[in-house]
Structures are given as C-alpha cells and as structure tokens.
C-alpha cells in the first residue's frame, strides 16, 4: 500500500471500506477490531484524509434509485481544458471529472436529486463552454461496488444484489446526502448527523440500517482516494456491443480479474457507438493493458471493437448529491 507503511493502517484502511458499523460509536467497534482505542483511530483516519488517501467515511448509493445520475463527455480544445475544467467542476452537481486520452477528453458524472436537475446541469455546462455535452445514461449496472484490496486480497466479485426502492421514504434523502458527504470523525457521528437535521440519534440509525439492508445504501465504509495509494493507471474501456450481446457479455466482464467496475450506457447514434463500459484501476498502465488483453481472449469479446480511455488527470471527486442545494442550479 503505497505511502502506508504501518499495519494498523493498512488494516484500517483495507477492511472498513464496506460494512462500517451502524451504532451509536462505530469508530469503537473498529477500535476493537484493531486493539486501538476509539480516539486513536479517529486520529489516524484523520491523518489519511489530511494526506489525502481517504475522501472520507461515508456511503455510495445504488445508481438511479432515489436520485439521478448520467456520465457526460465533452470534446475540449487542448487550449481550453483548463478553463472547460473548472467550468464543469464548478457544478455542484459534478461529483467526478477526468481528462482522458480522446477527442471526447473531458469526462464527469452529473448527480442530482432528480433527472431534471441533471438535465439543468448539462445545459448549464453546454451554455457557458459553448461545447456539445454527450449524456451517456445508465441502462443497466453489472458491478458499480468499487473497491480496493490493499494488502493484495483478491476481491471476488458477486452479482449485485436488488435493490428495494420502496424502503426509501422522503425524509431520507437529508440523511443520505449526508452520508455522501462524509461522516464526522468524532465518537458518535451518527448523533452529529441528527442533530444537523432535527432528528435524534437512534431514528438515523434505524433508517441507515433500512437503507443499507434495502440496498439503496449500495457501500458505507471508508472512500480511499485509489491513486495516494497507487492505483495510478486507470483505464475507462468502451465496447461497441449490441444490448443483447451485453445481456451475456456484461456479468462475464464484471467478474474478471481487473475490472473495477461495469455497466451499459445509451449511446449517441452517429457520434458515439459504445454501449458497455467497464474499468480498470491498476498500478501502471503495462498491468492496465495485461487486463485488458487476458478479456480479449474470452469468445465474448474477441474482435469486438473497444477503446480503452486512459485517465490523465482527475479535476474533482467527491460524493453524489441525492438532495437539492440550498440555491438551485439557475
């Protein structure tokens, strides 16, 4: 684990990113686990999010549940990258942006608590970058768990798990977004996450284990920040497969050694033919590719047109937003 040489560390930061505790004093229970008191280990996630390896303990939320979501694209002069940037990150919307090796360089996900404010935040960005913003939705998820083995586990991956929409009520999403914004680190967070929103302590963590039980909370644990901890080469593959092609191609994708993550997207008739998308975070892009060759060998996808995107540079990263800001988007 690059840059985290202690094995309390490495323990910490390996096996809470999912199942965090759901009680009172979870960073207790974690002690426990550890032979650590509860402060010290606040202090030492403390340290990780100083040095920026941890994005922050908190949740991920199943896609397109209680909120929407699309991956977008923009093709930006290489004089403009800066500038077009800075106008997508500036969208609070925008919870991930990357330049990545193609014509179509700029690529972000553009969250809200419903598609229309998705919709608001795409034309906002076409409006002032003067650019044609490609919105690539979701059509089906066949592993969207991302994690990281970082004592060299081998994570096995296991077929999503339905997601039970109707355990969400109303006053959730507060509690959600919450979440997506990160934990506090101190004793009892879940006690701080009431008191922000009126409610007390033993109502959130009733509807956190609803949620999470539901599967509508899809990961609550630790967020590491993959490249502080090495994974540097991270490669966004594209296939240009036909939805029933996929109905095969994406579990057997989603399960292989190096895939990060995988899922269907709409395409662009005439501009952007790709439906499958799949990842793959590795160390140096020479692994990146060795994954990548090894899929092309399975019958699924020998001679299936596919580019693999190269990430270059990552403009911003933070939690989905599932609640409407205070100012809506204009």
């Known amino acids: 684990m690059e840059g985290v040489n202690d094995p309390l560390d490495q323990a910490l930061l390996d ?24 402060n010290e280990v606040i202090a030492r996630l403390q340290r990780q999010v100083d040095n920026a390896r941890v994005t922050r303990v908190g949740a991920t939320c199943a896609p397109n549940i209680i909120s929407a979501s699309t991956l977008a694209a923009v093709a930006a002069p290489e004089s403009r990258i800066e500038e077009v940037a800075a106008v997508i990150g500036a969208q609070p919307g925008v919870n991930h942006s990357y330049l990545r090796e193609n014509d179509w360089n700029l690529w972000f996900v553009a969250t ?34 991302l994690g990281f083995a970082l004592r060299g586990k081998t ?20 509690i959600l977004q919450m979440l997506m914004k990160g934990l506090p680190l101190v004793p009892r967070p879940y006690r701080v996450v009431a008191q922000s929103l009126d409610l007390d302590e033993q109502s959130v963590l009733d509807r956190v284990r609803v949620l999470t039980g539901a599967g509508i909370i899809a990961r609550l644990g630790i967020i590491v920040r993959h490249r502080a901890l090495g994974w540097r080469s991270n490669a966004m593959v594209v296939w240009d497969m036909t939805h029933a092609q996929i109905t095969r191609a994406g579990p057997i994708l989603a399960a292989q050694p190096g895939i990060t993550l995988c899922y269907e997207r709409t395409p662009v008739p005439g501009v952007w ?4 998308y799949s990842m793959i975070h590795s160390r140096s892009r020479v692994d990146a590719m060795a994954t990548l060759t090894q899929v092309c060998t399975l019958p699924e996808f020998a001679e299936v ?18 609640a409407a800001p205070e100012k809506e988007i204009a």
């Open 155 to 174: 994570t096995v991956w296991k077929p999503g798990r339905t997601v039970d929409a109707a355990a969400f009520q109303p006053g959730d999403r507060a």
């Open 15 to 38: 096996d809470w990113q999912r199942n965090f505790p759901i009680t009172p004093q979870p960073f207790a229970e974690l002690a426990c686990s550890l032979g650590l008191s509860e």
């Open 112 to 145: 809200g608590p419903d598609r229309a404010h998705v919709d608001a935040t795409l034309a906002q960005i076409a409006a002032q970058t003067g650019l044609r913003v490609l919105d690539l939705r979701l059509v089906r998820a066949f592993n969207v768990d």
């Open 305 to 322: 047109p596919h580019l693999p995107l190269f990430s270059l540079h990552c403009f911003k990263q933070t939690g989905a937003m599932v």
């Open 273 to 276: 033919p790709y439906r499958l």
